[in-house]
């Protein structure tokens, strides 16, 4: 009965989208208040019932209800709860109604808090989004229902994929997609703009809450999956630029220039053809980034030879999406006002040179990304285009970027003055400099680590030079800087905070990539390895049994100079029921650095392959994605930018102070 | 500075940064792709040492050789060619006789492929798209696995294919797929 009810709930949440995309649109062409209006009660009944439907799925889920088809494909009687909960994400269709639920959660926050949005533009927006919804609602329920019953269901689940039963993938998921279908929102935005014909400052203060919130998610999202393959798949890797992960990376990268790109919008009402664009493409290569791994055309982990309808189904939505957006566009765009005039070198123009690297490396990655499905197409060679082509595409031009991001903030609106910029981060190219210095006389091999490592230190120590220089630190006393540090706005706190991420993790990528020492030897119990500065011992091996696996463990002693640091144990796990093995790592954390350790093939012989890493600032990079999300709250909560603030009135709009 | 002035900055600008990426990409596509070949094409097309190669199929059953721990030797087969593949380094967990795998490499001179990243299929679902392909070029593909997958009563216990190159136990059609994590690569081990 309960899979039934789910069924039926997203159907009538179908239903309801379809009012709401049809409704409010037709009020907005008319001009009819009582119609516009429709669309915030569909929008919260939709959320309403996409839940409903949700929670369904959960139910039959945790109760193990083997009659319907997809529990029966991916859950386990003897798994533990928390897995049986997040298998209903674990695969494609309840993935797939995971994201419509969350688009109907973002409809229905549009509804909730966007009252003090114009009404038109807010039932434009809302009947965009029930456009895209009613799109997806027909794709679960026509290709990739997760309610299908079984006739004679079976005594026993087939299990959640194995490598998917572990804490981090649980939320990377939800993560991802909220970050994912949150651009939906600007989508929204700029395509209503663009139906009304009317967009202003107000639009981009409106547009960019929502674009955070999105990005804040998308960030921690891809931090989380990064994270989760580092350990869990055994061989230390963090990014391997698979086409999944570009299909992450490239909204991630067209979303960081949306934000940069509202912000010349809503401060100087300038770049409004070119933000609008941005707004589209971000969802739009979220659509895309759908599209690559729902639909199997590439090879990867998550590209299972999938139902072709189903592509060709996701295909047809992209289609029509990006076709019609890039077309309304096309034929609207001219006629918004020209913005305002500014100087190259000014804080629009780093802002517009942020915009012009982020978007070009996005292109490169998607180049990279799409490049062998073109070719097999056209003339059916096969390729594969590996991490060394976006080391050497996507990395020399992150390069500039990265050395003009302390420049940005300190450079004034309108008309800025660079040798005053570059004075004033003098203290940081010093200290850049330095770093560099001491990096190479430590470790003198490679021109890159001392380079990347300066680099870094420019980043961090230029974004905390934006901070000082505003709160005038050591040129006044410490209690007035401390004043000004408390009344400067978030958002600049937030900017200053999200660049010192950026360089965080960079000083992450450096060591990591540079710095790595890997060992791989075959190993007997009393074997000892060196890995860096520690000795590995192998002690013994012991079996034991989990849930629903069996795992061999291997035991190991770490000393640092003869003396015990610690015992660490990484295993093999067979799972029964797919007869799958995994290998968890183990971590000896110490500093920002890690000692990782994983299993090959445990011999009949007692012999066993064996993998050791140190991984010198590994954390660094995670741990920098973190601030950069923290940075990304930060302007969040600036009280101009909350979502339910009262509407400043329209003299002080034109007003505003420019920062 | 007049706005046609400053459009003028911005397009060249843009242009200018355009021109380095195409430049950078079309340099990286020279040298860094692999193309992907089946032991049949690899048999009919030889390739000269030097250029790198991706060689799809399944592993040849009982030709896995260990003369070390950490070295290993085996056959990649398409049911109508094999190809001698040499690997040092820890194989993904999934490596198994009679499944779906990619090596990744260089063919050395004397005819045997010395590869640097070994691909496996990832659970019983799931094949390489390249190896179904080349798989069903040499018509050792079930049909019926195409439609069988969707309608598989689910729950029945995974049939383990192993040894059978004609039943890859890849079910195209079934449904599990991840959720998009991020940081997945195809389970694979690199040297």
Partial sequence: MIPELGHYALV???????????????????????????????????????????????????QSDFSVLNVAENSHSTMPLIYKITSVWGNHEGSMLLWVLILALFGALLAQFGRNIPLDLQAASLA?????????????????????????????????????????????????????????????????????GRIDAAWARWVRPWTLTAWIFLTLGIAMGSYWAYYELGWGGWWFWDPVENASLMPWLAGTALLHSALVM???????????????????????????????????VHAFATDPTRGVFILAILVMFIGGS?????????????????????????????????????????????????????????????????????????????????????????????????????????????????????????????????LAVFVIVGALTDVAERTALFRTSLANSLRRAVGLP????????????????????VGESQWNIERIVAMKAGDTTTVGRYELTLDGMQQRAGPNFTEVLVNFTVREGGAVVTTLSPSKRAFASRQMATTEAALMRHGVSQLYVSLGDVGEDGTVAVRAYDK???????????????????????????????????????????? | MTRKQRRFTLIAGGVAVLAVAV?????????????????????????????????????????????????????????NKAVPVTYTGILPDLFREGQGVVAEGMMEPGGVFKADTVLAKHDEKYMPREVADALKKQGHWQTDYDKAGAKAPAGSPASPAAGSPAAPGAAPGASSALPAPVGTAVAGATR
């Fill in chain 1, 12 to 62: 009538l949440a179908l239903a309801l989208a379809l009012a709401q995309a049809i409704v409010p649109l037709a009020g907005v062409r008319t001009g009819d208040a009582a119609l516009m209006s429709v669309a915030r009660p569909t929008a919260l009944a939709q959320l309403l019932f996409a839940a409903l439907a949700f929670a369904a799925l959960t139910i039959c889920y945790v």
């Fill in chain 1, 128 to 196: 965009v989004q029930a456009v895209i919804a009613v799109s997806f609602y027909l794709f679960v329920l026509l290709t990739s229902n997760p309610f299908t019953r079984l006739a004679q269901p079976p005594f026993e689940g087939r299990d959640l994929n194995p490598i998917l039963q572990d804490p981090g993938l649980a939320i990377h998921p939800p993560l991802l997609y909220v970050g994912y279908v949150g651009f939906s929102v600007a989508f929204s935005f700029a395509a209503a703009a663009l139906l009304i």
């Fill in chain 1, 266 to 300: 809503e401060k100087r009402d300038a770049l409004k053809v070119w933000t609008v664009l941005l707004a589209i493409l971000t969802f739009s290569l979220s659509l895309i980034g759908t599209f690559l791994v729902r639909s199997g055309v590439l090879t990867s």
């Fill in chain 1, 326 to 454: 890039l077309t309304l566009f096309a034929w609207r765009a001219p006629m918004l006002r020209q913005g305002g005039l500014f100087a190259p070198i000014s804080r629009e123009g780093s802002l517009v040179f942020n915009n012009l690297f982020l978007t070009t490396g996005c292109a490169t990655v998607f180049v990279g990304t799409l490049y062998p499905l073109a070719l097999e197409a056209t003339t059916g060679d096969k390729i594969s285009v590996g991490a060394p082509f976006f080391d050497m595409t996507f990395g020399p031009l992150m390069v500039p970027l990265l050395i003009a991001v302390p420049f940005g903030p300190l450079l004034a609106w309108k008309r800025g003055d660079i040798l005053g910029a570059a004075q004033r981060l003098l203290a940081a190219a010093a200290l850049a400099i330095l770093a560099l210095g001491v990096t190479f006389m430590i470790q003198g091999k490679s021109v890159l680590a001392p380079f990347g490592i300066g």
């Fill in chain 1, 490 to 509: 978030r958002s600049a706190w937030g900017t200053a905070v999200a660049h010192v991420g950026l360089g965080v993790m960079l000083l992450g990528i």
């Fill in chain 1, 616 to 659: 010198p600032l590994v954390l660094l990079i995670w741990l920098g994605t973190l601030v950069m999300a923290v940075g990304g709250g930060l302007s969040l909560s600036d009280r101009r930018l909350r979502v339910g603030a009262p509407r400043p009135s329209k003299a002080k709009l034109g007003l505003q102070p420019a920062e």
């Fill in chain 2, 23 to 79: 430049g950078l990409i079309l340099h990286a596509l020279d040298d860094n792709i692999a193309f992907f070949t089946s032991p049949t094409e690899l048999s009919e097309k030889p390739v000269g040492p030097g250029t790198r190669l991706r060689i799809g199929g399944l592993v040849q059953p009982g030709s896995v050789v260990r003369p070390t721990k950490l070295d290993v030797r085996f056959e990649v087969t398409d049911g």
